[in-house]
C-alpha cells in the first residue's frame, strides 16, 4: 500500500517557486505530523519543515522562504516554496515527523537554475 505520494517538482530558475503536494494515506495523516526533507546529489537527506496541529518548524536554511501546510480533507501536506536558489536542488520527500514512521515515497525533483 502506498502512504506517500509526493508532487509538484520541476525545473525552475533562481527566484522562481514551486508548491509540492503531498498526498498521504489516511491512517498515517492522523496518526503523525508531517514533515518535508530532500536529498541533494551526493548528500545525506535533510530535515526541510514540520506541521502540528499547532505549529510549524523550519531548517534555518529555508526559514523565510518555505511555507508548510496542510489540508485535513484531503490528507494532503503542501510546501510552498520561494525565492528558490540553486542549493535548493534535490529530491523532496514527505514523512512523518520528526521520527519517520513510515517507508519514503518516491520524491519529486526540484532543480533550480538558470
Known amino acids: 500500500q502506498v502512504q506517500l505520494v509526493e508532487s509538484g517538482g520541476g525545473l525552475v530558475q533562481p527566484g522562481g517557486s514551486l508548491r509540492l503536494s503531498c498526498v498521504v494515506s489516511?491512517?498515517?495523516?492522523?496518526?503523525?505530523?508531517m514533515g518535508w526533507y530532500r536529498q541533494a546529489p551526493g548528500k545525506q537527506r535533510e530535515f526541510v519543515a514540520l506541521?502540528?496541529?499547532?505549529?510549524?518548524k523550519y531548517a534555518e536554511f529555508v526559514k523565510g522562504r518555505f511555507t508548510i501546510s496542510r489540508d485535513n480533507a484531503k490528507t494532503t501536506v503542501y510546501l510552498q516554496m520561494n525565492t528558490l536558489q540553486p542549493e535548493d536542488t534535490a529530491v523532496y520527500y514527505c514523512?512523518?515527523?520528526?521520527?519517520?514512521?513510515?517507508?519514503w515515497g518516491q520524491g519529486t525533483q526540484v532543480t533550480v537554475s538558470s
Open positions: 514523512n512523518t515527523a520528526p521520527n519517520q514512521y513510515t517507508n
Open positions: 506541521i502540528t496541529s499547532k505549529r510549524t
Open positions: 489516511r491512517n498515517i495523516f492522523n496518526r503523525y505530523d
